[in-house]
């Protein structure tokens, strides 16, 4: 089951904040956060598993809702580097057939 | 470390035609991941090996495609015959092992299907 993400697109002037959000239909084991900018490969971010943690990553944090099946990840302060499209890759099973589905991403634009 | 090395580049045939693509893992990465993103999409996994065994194929037109992982290292996924709606980018990437490891990408070969 792909994961939604919302808002598909988003707009921000250098210094302005972001969240990006991760809903999955079924149960989560972990997700997965990667920023891919065009034409480049997908970087990765951060890993969450299950149990509710938050984690950062200079001025970027992403936290797990085990119970509401989402993940948002936070971007503060955003600089222009931080332009490109967002995805979430989800883990429903954590067995030992673990993969990753990708939502459909998320294009953030910081303008100047 | 060196990244994920993908070759070639771009790509562009006719329908019907075949195609491979070569893929080097970082060194000691031990999963081996050929994804297909189309353009405005998430990466979809295509396959995925652990060492030189599929662990999971089951979205891998197997009509079509097929890849191989002979000694564990490097990767090949190769298309025969292609067909139009194949236009996308194959990104391989590969972890440290399948069991939640972050997963490092390379930058992909970018098909174009005439």
């Known amino acids: 089951q792909q994961p939604v993400q919302s808002p598909q697109a988003v707009i921000l002037r250098e210094g302005e904040d972001a969240v990006i959000n991760c809903s999955s239909s079924k149960a989560l084991y972990s997700v997965h956060w990667y920023r891919q900018k065009h034409g480049e490969a997908p970087v990765f971010l951060m890993i969450l598993l299950k149990g509710g943690e938050q984690k950062g990553h200079e001025k970027i944090s992403a936290s797990f809702n085990e119970k509401k099946q989402q993940s948002s990840l936070y971007l503060t302060a955003s600089q222009l580097s931080y332009s490109g499209t967002y995805f979430c890759?989800?883990?429903?099973?954590?067995?030992?057939?673990?993969?990753?589905?990708f939502g459909k991403g998320t294009l953030l634009t910081v303008n100047p | 470390e060196a990244g994920v090395a993908q070759s070639p580049r771009y790509k562009i045939i006719e329908k019907r035609q075949s195609v491979a693509f070569w893929c080097n893992p970082i060194s000691g990465h031990a999963t081996l991941y050929w994804y297909q993103q189309i353009l405005g999409q998430g990466p979809k996994l295509l396959i995925q090996?652990?060492?030189?065994?599929?662990?999971?194929d089951s979205q891998l037109p197997k009509d079509r495609f097929s890849a191989e992982r002979l000694k564990g290292v490097d990767s090949t996924l190769k298309i025969q015959p292609a067909k139009l709606e194949d236009s996308a980018v194959y990104l391989c990437a590969s972890s440290f092992s399948g069991d939640g490891q972050p997963q490092h990408f390379g930058d992909g070969t970018r098909l174009s299907i005439l």
């Open positions: 890759g989800t883990e429903n099973s954590g067995g030992s057939n673990y993969k990753l589905t």
């Open positions: 090996f652990q060492n030189n065994g599929v662990v999971d």
